[in-house]
């Protein structure tokens, strides 16, 4: 016996069904990992500063605002909006998250 899928779109009240216990699990992971973060012990070069964990605040700001595309404006913010390429990369590989973000401001650094 086969089950099809569901007739899109769903409702309201179907996509809480369907995903809220899954993305529940995500938001607890985020709070897990920001318990870590706050029990770390800090190392000699450690700042109490780290853009990924700003840009990852801005983020959940975002997310709580009550505004539309939130996915777009998460990405927007996490990503580095430079069109020219860099003359050698930081480190290999991604961080994840933009070094020039500023918590509180906007891409063009007016406050938000």
Do not use: C
């Amino acid at each position: 016996m086969s089950t099809s899928p569901p007739t899109l779109p769903l409702n309201r009240h179907a996509v809480v069904d369907r995903y809220f216990l899954e993305h529940r699990a995500k938001v607890l992971d985020l709070a897990a990992f920001l318990d870590r973060v706050d029990r770390a012990k800090p190392d000699a070069a450690d700042s109490n500063r780290d853009f990924r964990l700003d840009s990852l605040r801005g983020a959940i700001a975002l997310l709580l605002d009550g505004e539309s595309d939130r996915a777009k404006r998460v990405l927007d913010l996490m990503s580095d909006p430079s069109t020219e390429p860099i003359d050698a990369a930081p480190m290999k590989g991604a961080s994840g998250a933009w070094d020039g973000f500023q918590a509180g401001t906007t891409r063009d650094g007016e406050n938000a």
